[in-house]
């Protein structure tokens, strides 16, 4: 069964940055493409960014592309989230999750979820 | 981008009812349409994706149609476990966006 653990959440202020981690136990993360998706009060559910399984293609939603990135890291069978310049519309849960078959976007499986406040 | 609307956005219903849940596309998307549920306090769960098929180990009285613009998920007689949030999204055009979910609650 795939498992994913979310971590890195907290409270931080506007302006500031974040890194968020996802990782995979019991599969290898190396074998999904990957996307980050988030859950706030303003907006509902709203997909951030996507990865192909080696790196190479990366995409963004415009909200917050030129302020968050996506990497990953095979070897830990981990994902990440860096989130820099957050504003307060930013806050809510942010879900890593896999794309369905033959990479298509859907999310098959979802990771628990880490919590994200941006406040003054 | 694609808007993405569901109706009805609340819904009471018994458990034993038969519910359908409707999800529009603000413009044709083939079938590149899924279906999640939530629980409260918890990541969203795949039921359906390609507008009809069903995820693996979601239960057979979970089923859906459409094509185009407009979709439905249909609940053939409710189970207490599935009251929750009903999302649809689209994954025909980036943003693949979420419809705004609609709430299944016990009558």
């Known amino acids: 069964e795939v498992q994913l653990v979310a971590s890195g959440g907290g409270l931080v202020q506007p302006g500031g940055s974040l890194r968020l981690s996802c990782a995979a136990s019991a599969f290898s993360l190396s074998d999904f493409e990957m996307s980050w998706v988030r859950q706030t009060p303003g907006k509902g559910l709203e997909w951030l960014s996507y990865?192909?399984?080696?790196?190479?293609?990366?995409h963004y939603a415009d909200s917050v592309q030129g302020r968050f990135t996506i990497t990953r890291d095979n070897s830990k069978s981990s994902l990440y989230l860096q989130m820099n310049s957050l504003r307060v519309e930013d806050t809510g849960v942010y879900y890593c999750?896999?794309?369905?078959?033959?990479?298509?976007?859907?999310?098959?499986?979802w990771g628990q979820g880490s919590l994200v406040i941006v406040s003054s | 981008a694609f808007r993405m609307t569901q109706s009805p956005s609340s819904l009471s219903a018994f458990t034993g009812d038969r519910v359908t849940l409707t999800c529009r596309a603000s413009?044709?998307?083939?079938?590149?349409l899924a279906w999640y549920q939530q629980k409260p306090g918890k990541a969203p769960k795949l039921l359906i994706y390609a507008a009809s098929t069903l995820q693996s180990g979601v239960p057979s009285r979970f089923s859906a149609t459409g094509s185009g613009t407009d979709f439905t998920l249909i609940i053939s007689s409710l189970q207490s476990e599935d009251f929750a949030t009903y999302y649809c999204?689209?994954?025909?055009?980036?943003?693949?966006?979420f419809g705004q979910g609609t709430k299944l609650e016990i009558k």
């Open positions: 999204q689209q994954y025909y055009s980036h943003p693949f966006n």
């Open positions: 990865i192909t399984s080696s790196g190479s293609t990366i």
């Open positions: 413009q044709g998307i083939s079938n590149f």
């Open positions: 999750a896999t794309l369905g078959h033959w990479g298509q976007f859907y999310f098959d499986s």
